[in-house]
C-alpha cells in the first residue's frame, strides 16, 4: 500500500473552542451532553485529515465520561493531537476542559479516542496507508503507548460485534 512520509505530533495538534449558548442546555440548565462527542468529532476528524491530508471517516467514538457538568457562560476547550497511527486508521485523542472565561480556569469535562480511517483509494483500489505520526515529547510517548492497549480492545470488541451480528 502507498504510505505517506511520517510528521510530528505537533504538525497537526490544535485547540479549538466553543461557547456554549441557552440553546445548548439541557431543561436542567446544564450542557445536553450529546453536544461533547458531537463538537469532539468534529475536532479529531479536522486534526485527522491536518495529519493525513486525505479524507478520512470516524469508526469509533471511545470512552467519553462526562465528569462534571458545564454551565451556561462556559466555554469548551477541545485540544486534539494524533496519538498513533496504524495502517489505514488512526487514533486521535480530545481532551476537553470547561473553561471560564474571565478566569481562564479549566475544568476537565472528558476524554475521548476517535478511531479514523482513511477514505482514498491507491491505484490498486486499496485505502491509502496514513503518513506515521512521531511522537517527540513525554506525554506524546505515553499516549502512543496506551493507544495501542486500547485499539487491541476495540478490535477484539468490533470482532465480537461483527460476529453477534452473523448470527443475531
Ligand atoms: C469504519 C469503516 C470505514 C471500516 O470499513 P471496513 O472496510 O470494514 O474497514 P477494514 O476492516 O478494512 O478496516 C480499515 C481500518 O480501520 C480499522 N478499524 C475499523 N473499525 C475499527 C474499530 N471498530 N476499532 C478499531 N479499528 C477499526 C481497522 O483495524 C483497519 O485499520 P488498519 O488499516 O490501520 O489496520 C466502515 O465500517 C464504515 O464506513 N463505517 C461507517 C463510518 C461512518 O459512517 N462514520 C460517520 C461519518 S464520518
Redesign the pocket.
Known sequence: MERLAGKPVSDSAFEHRERVFPHHLNPGNILYGGWIPFWADSVA?LCAERHCGIPI????MDGIHLLCPVTKNDVLLFKASVNRV????CEVGVKIYAENPYTRHLRHVATGYF?M?SMALGPDGK?ISMPKVIPETEDEKRRFKQAAVR?RR??A??KKMLKENQTA
Open positions: 476528524a471517516v470516524t469508526a469509533v496504524w495502517d489505514s486508521s478511531v480511517v485505502r485499539n476495540r478490535k470488541e468490533r
